[in-house]
């Protein structure tokens, strides 16, 4: 009886509470942060002393925290559709394309996701001191489509292989041409898996540290990479603003998420 | 778009331009600098710091992957079965966890577990400890910072390999006279055990080779490797040694790599995401 939910007496409570106990384990960090941006202690004495805004205040004093985020935002937004775009291609070929060594090929254009991130990004770094693309948008870019490219084919060839594609032919049988049915018929079925595949992509690139350590300079900086170099020299309360800040664009980016899927459901 | 071959074409020239070529000229630089020969390797191997750095660091893999497996199991198990309104707010908790920027959770943690940290203080008030355990720049702190980044990636394949059981497996088990605990050894386990297998391998490849966590929550007298590799570049500017200690890193993870294939098929484990 050990599935069946209703059934389970005594185990089912020791598990829910064990399951509840792990939760709160992993929202802890997550509320403590926002609790802690709003505290007045300099120190991060919790519980705070008082409430204050004074770190958002200081946090927007200072430009060089909207320059960064504006930085990330635009590097991981040409990232994310230079994924999806590239990895909407190759997910058509690795789907349904009959040539030998696919599954190889599969496995490569995965590796960067298996790869520790220090190895690649010490490998493009020096990569990118030769060609003179080192502390460029450009190069950012182009390292983060790299870790972000799994994340992208994943959930769109998952989407494809669940979409039937005969549909795709009735439409060709019934006079579209074969761009016109995929655009047209096998786009739109398959959204949510493209969507998916934007925000992870997104999101491998606004996270990314490790490389964008290497590859920083100081005229260019990510936001991860202004934490990083924050975090290293004091613990300041400006941080726990700033990180409240992107817990907050967190939960907007699940709500549209969750919206859009129920959207999509009914 | 064309679904043969050519679509493929920009993926592989992006992976191939960009992704194999610098990481092989890297390993090039392994047996050319400062001079060609094996002597990074033989360096690496054969000094006992170093052999530390290895040792600490499947050390954390290791306790990382054994924890996380043990938490993520009940969880995972009830989050196949609970009614999907309850489950629904179990996992928008982990997915809010997964999706909130990782030194956001990492700086938490440092000012959690800090010496005068919340959890020291809260220890100290209920009267378990005496004195503030060093929760800190050890290795403590780089496994709890670890084990929270780990679970979701570990709970959320399992819950799909444990919805696939069929519960009528565990009735029958039941009414032919099995023990819930004979149940759950015999029949339970080890029908999850694929799962647990390819979720634990994949926290183990995912830790070993871990660099913000382990060099924010660890301390200078117990690095781990990937943040060894990152200090020879970029302190040390040490690039013989560093892309040898780089290449020995990429061997274990391929190697490893390439046995989750083969447990679990590219195609399984790709979908588990």
Request: proline share 6%; net charge positive; with cysteine.
């Amino acid at each position: 009886m050990l599935l069946d939910y209703d059934r389970m007496g005594w185990l089912k409570i020791a598990l829910l509470g064990f399951t509840a106990l792990v939760a709160a384990f992993l929202l802890l960090p997550v509320v403590f942060i926002v609790l802690l941006s709003f505290g007045s202690s300099r120190w991060l004495a919790f519980p705070p002393p008082g409430w204050t805004l004074k770190w958002y205040r200081d946090l927007f004093a200072d430009p060089s925290w909207l320059e960064a985020a504006l930085t990330s935002a635009r590097i991981a937004t040409m990232t994310a559709i230079l994924a999806v775009m590239i990895g909407l291609l190759a997910s058509f070929a690795l789907v349904r394309g009959q040539f030998r060594g696919r599954e190889i090929l599969r496995g490569l254009l995965l590796t960067p996701m298996v790869l520790p991130v220090v190895v690649f990004a010490i490998a493009i770094y020096a990569f990118f001191l030769r060609l003179g693309l080192g502390g460029t948008s450009i190069g950012f870019v182009i390292a983060h489509t790299v870790l972000a490219l799994p994340f992208a084919i994943i959930p769109i060839a998952t989407a494809l292989e669940g979409f039937d594609k005969s549909i795709e032919d009735a439409a060709i049988v019934c006079g579209a041409s074969p761009f016109e049915a995929r655009l047209r018929i096998t786009l739109p079925s398959i959204r949510i898996g493209i969507f998916s595949a934007a925000i992870f992509s997104f999101l491998a690139s606004w996270d990314e540290v490790v490389v964008a350590i290497f590859m920083a300079s100081p005229s260019l900086q990510t936001l991860p990479v202004k934490i990083w170099g924050s975090l290293r020299s004091d613990l300041s309360p400006v941080i726990a603003a700033a990180s409240s800040l992107l817990v907050g664009l967190t939960l907007a980016l699940m709500v549209v998420t969750a919206l859009l899927q129920r959207k999509v459901k009914t | 778009m064309p679904a043969g071959f050519n679509s493929l074409l920009p993926a592989l020239v992006l992976i191939v331009l960009f992704f194999v070529v610098p990481v092989l000229a890297l390993l090039l630089r392994s047996v050319t600098e400062p001079e060609p020969g094996l002597q990074n390797y033989a360096t690496l191997l054969g000094d006992g710091t170093y052999a530390r750095v290895f040792f600490n660091t499947f050390l954390v893999a290791a306790v990382v992957t054994a924890v996380t497996v043990v938490v993520a199991f009940p969880v995972a198990w009830m989050l196949a079965i609970m009614p999907s309104a309850l489950a629904s707010i179990i996992f928008g908790v982990i997915i809010l966890s997964m999706w909130t920027n990782l030194l956001t959770r990492t700086y938490a943690w440092m000012v959690l577990l800090q010496r005068t940290g919340v959890i020291n203080r809260a220890l100290l008030a209920i009267g378990i400890i005496d004195q503030p355990l060093p929760l800190i720049n050890n290795l403590t702190g780089v496994t709890i910072g670890m084990v929270y980044i780990m679970l979701p990636f570990m709970i959320l394949p399992l819950v799909g390999t444990l919805r696939a059981i069929d519960p009528m497996t565990l009735r029958a088990a039941a009414l032919c006279g099995a023990s819930p605990i004979q149940a759950f050894r015999r029949i339970l386990l080890p029908l999850s055990l694929p799962g647990l297998a390819a979720g634990g391998l994949m926290v183990f490849v995912m830790s070993l080779g871990y660099f913000v966590t382990p060099a924010l929550l660890g301390g200078t007298s117990n690095m781990m490797l990937a943040e060894m590799i990152a200090q020879m570049i970029q302190s040390l500017l040490n690039w013989g040694l560093g892309s040898a200690a780089a290449f020995i890193l990429l061997v274990v993870i391929m190697a490893l790599y390439a046995l989750q294939l083969r447990l679990v098929g590219a195609r399984r484990m790709t979908g588990g995401i």
